[in-house]
């Protein structure tokens, strides 16, 4: 086998490897299967020792805060069952904390975007055409529309805002993104229904 033959052999491997690798953790996150024992070996083995270490860390008062919550994530990474309880323990806290974080990081974009509007109403044949789009000449209540145009092609962003703020208006939404460094995406606390008691007493 000459040398040429014998690189695109092994290149031939690495690549079905990493193929079947893909899959098999696709197929491990969306569908939970998993595969035999035997093959698992090798990796369950190193999981072991890691999240062993890591448990040995987390509970070590001695050290210091950052060095256990750095094993609790080595924790939670090896054992997603593990994130799921704790996160179902905390009314979701843990979920809708990286929702909220994911969508700041959208909303900020989209604030830059908004920022950057000018720059494109400044040409006027882009203008006119973006007048008509938008069925406004107003240029503040222009870039609003392109604003709330732009949210709405994001479905990440649309989707947090839809669950987290359902009683806000379109406006309501777009004063959010624009105050987005205020208000952090930080939605109003849930309104609880209470029973008054408006008998007399006896």
Known sequence: MTSSQ???FSIGKFLGGLAVGVVLTYAYTRYRWEMPAVVRLP?????SVISATADSDL??????????????????????DRFIE??????????????????????LIAKEKY??????LDKPALRKMLER????????????RMLAADIDEDPILTGYLRDRFPDFSREQRIDLILNVGQNGLIPPPRQVATEVDLSLPR
């Open 6 to 8: 014998s690189d695109s």
């Open 43 to 47: 990796a369950t083995v190193t999981s």
């Open 59 to 80: 509970y070590n008062w001695n050290l210091p805060f950052e060095t256990r919550q750095r094993a609790a994530a080595v924790i939670l990474g090896q054992n997603p």
């Open 86 to 107: 704790l996160d179902n323990a905390t009314d979701h806290v843990l979920m809708r904390e990286m929702e909220r974080q994911r969508a700041v990081r959208l909303a």
């Open 115 to 120: 920022a950057a509007y000018q720059m494109g």
């Open 133 to 144: 789009k938008h069925e406004t000449s107003d240029p503040e209540e222009l870039k609003r």
